[in-house]
């Protein structure tokens, strides 16, 4: 089976990898071609356009950053809608506005192509290991096409519903990780004033009711200052705006994802965009006008 | 060796069992006196007031609701001071102000009499079991006398330093719950008017970035509404307004702690105090004017 990959960043790539150890004929692009060239020495085809990508495959997968993105390379000047022979299938891998998600499923149905939303969870470490959980919105007939390709990439295949449903399981996802981080970052700022020793403390706390991926994994680096990205700050606020603004529309208010937005804010304007979502530590201590030396100290008050 | 326990409740019960089970010479009280009865079988010797507790024992054990039950139990009439030989150590595992634990450790002081705040995390399984996490504040030395006695109770002892220090450590246990609590109620609550399988998102989230001890223990009550309790809200409150008072007192802000108290605040001005702190659910729910029958049901919107 043929497999078009378009956008080969930290996700793209380790995908297209595994595909291409599966045995697919997989073909990529690239907005900065020089990263779709690094594949080619694993076998990958390497085109200019995600048109061209799209009239050597039966799947064309998308992972790129945000919901514009998406819109582009599907549906924009040589977009996959140009090249695509009908009846292939768009997977969308990315994590995108749900409502713009539907809107591009109905256009690309008068075109006769098939598509998924099928954001995911487990980070570069997941797309590289093939364990990801995979949230699929979409026709579950389609589904059942694509889950061979699904399983090469993923450890964990869930349908969620309907086109856009994927999009909105992964923002539960994201809504539950938002407030997660401002309690790790909430626990590690007073343990530091209270004078407490912070590895003790998230030893004591890790493995219990307070215990979380967050403040076992990213706990430590918050009392460090290891900012040293896993996922961005700038890409958790974008994830955080599609959140809530897909809840406004549905009517729910998310109390919590508004207040971290906010800090998120607070900690973008002193040049935290590209540090991992752990650098929200820095905005509770500069709430508690905890300075670099005292931040940098076991004990601060 | 000879153990007082102070309070037989949810948490003193086991812990006196425990001790009994170990070979101490356990006496025990309590408020309402048929509790502590029900230990007599056990081999405990059944007292009426802290102050007998004490004039029996090496250490006095205490584990009572809140801040001014402590200082009952320890410094009013017929209470532990009263009937202590000097150089007996008192062990307060309540959870209760930092502030007010040094001011007893200091009276106690005058009067020869040693004190360790331990208050513990691991809930009526982890005392009945035998394996808290304890996080103890006070002398070293004093914790040293005193380390086999809590090893019975407990399987995790970290000293956290000076008097209070210990209850410092397990605000910030609280302090990383709240927001937890929080960002698993609003998954929960945008998953079902989202109209997506609540349990599938569950699974399909908990396992990753997104996971936490509350999300997995508890989001299938949020979304089952099944409140039966776990930790009451009304004391999650009591320990919110604890960490709340002593962030202030430090200079260190909380927002996400804040927001939760307001929260639960709703939740307790419907009935929900004696609930379990997954009845937070209710809230988002309220705040998105899902009614009982839309709760219910798996899709809602």
Chains 1, 2 share one sequence.
Request: with cysteine.
């Amino acid at each position: 089976m043929k497999i078009g990959v378009v956008g080969t960043g930290v996700m793209g790539a380790p995908m297209a990898r595994n595909l291409l150890r599966a045995g697919y004929e997989v073909t990529v692009c690239n907005r900065s071609r020089v990263k779709a060239e690094r594949l080619a020495g694993n076998g990958a085809m390497v085109v200019d356009t995600p048109a061209e990508v799209a009239a050597r495959s039966e799947i064309v997968i998308t992972n790129v950053p945000d919901t514009p993105d998406v819109q582009k390379v599907v549906l924009g000047p040589s977009g996959i809608i140009e090249g695509a022979a009908p009846d292939i299938t768009v997977i969308d891998m990315s994590t995108i506005s749900p409502q713009v998600t539907r809107e591009i499923a109905v256009q690309l149905e008068r075109s006769g192509i098939n598509m998924l939303d099928a954001p995911v969870t487990g980070g570069e470490k997941g797309a590289i290991e093939g364990t990801l959980v995979i949230m699929v919105g979409g026709p579950i007939s389609v589904l059942e096409r694509c889950r061979a390709a699904l399983e090469v990439i993923g450890g964990k295949i869930v349908h969620a519903g309907g086109h856009g449903q994927g999009q909105l399981m992964k923002l539960c996802n994201q809504i539950a990780i938002a407030s997660n981080l401002m309690a790790a970052a909430e626990a590690v700022a007073f343990c530091r004033v209270a004078g407490l020793d912070t590895h003790l403390m998230l030893e004591a706390v890790g493995g219990g009711a307070a215990g979380s991926w967050v403040i076992n994994m990213l706990g430590p680096k918050m009392a460090s200052h290891d900012f040293k990205p896993g996922f961005m700050i700038k890409l958790q606020q974008k994830d955080l705006r599609l959140a809530l603004a897909a809840a406004s529309e549905l009517g729910v208010a998310l109390p919590g994802v508004a207040l971290v937005n906010q800090l998120f804010t607070a900690a973008e304007s002193a040049g935290h965009s590209d540090d991992g979502t752990q650098a929200l530590i820095t905005v509770l201590e500069k709430l508690a006008d905890i300075g670099a030396d005292r931040a940098a100290g076991s004990k601060a008050h």
